[in-house]
């Protein structure tokens, strides 16, 4: 019902800042609380923050609580994830996901997904 494609990923040093962007094609992207994940080679994919369909509710991994802020704008059909202070363990493939539910932490919860922008954040 629903087709995601991140960009705006890239390559930036300690601290910097990046924002990526996940556009949505398809019907009722308004009702699909939308979250993003992200993977690092060898390593299980991770929550990293969620919203709800409307925007007004937002969860956050606490490892990026402060740092990164997850929006919405329905009327584009996009979401984003603004990411500031950057680490290195930072560093990931970052993926976006709708569900058809309620938000979940699990990856597992999630029935859409985009194919992932990678994220490299050097020191």
């Known amino acids: 019902q629903v087709q995601l494609v991140e960009s705006g990923g890239g390559l930036v040093q300690a601290g910097g800042s990046l924002r990526l962007s996940c556009a949505a094609s398809?019907?009722?992207?308004?009702?699909?609380?939308m979250a993003w994940f992200r993977q690092a080679p060898g390593k299980e994919r991770e929550f990293v923050a969620a919203i709800t369909s409307g925007g007004a509710g937002t969860y956050y991994a606490d490892s990026v609580k402060g740092r990164f802020t997850i929006s919405r704008d329905n009327g584009k059909n996009t979401v984003y994830l603004q990411m500031n202070s950057l680490k290195p363990e930072d560093t990931a493939v970052y993926s976006c996901?709708?569900?058809?539910?309620?938000?979940?932490?699990?990856?597992?919860?999630?029935?859409?997904w985009g194919q992932g922008t990678q994220v490299t954040v050097s020191s």
């Open positions: 398809g019907r009722s992207f308004s009702n699909y609380p």
């Open positions: 996901a709708a569900a058809r539910t309620g938000i979940r932490r699990s990856w597992t919860s999630y029935d859409y």
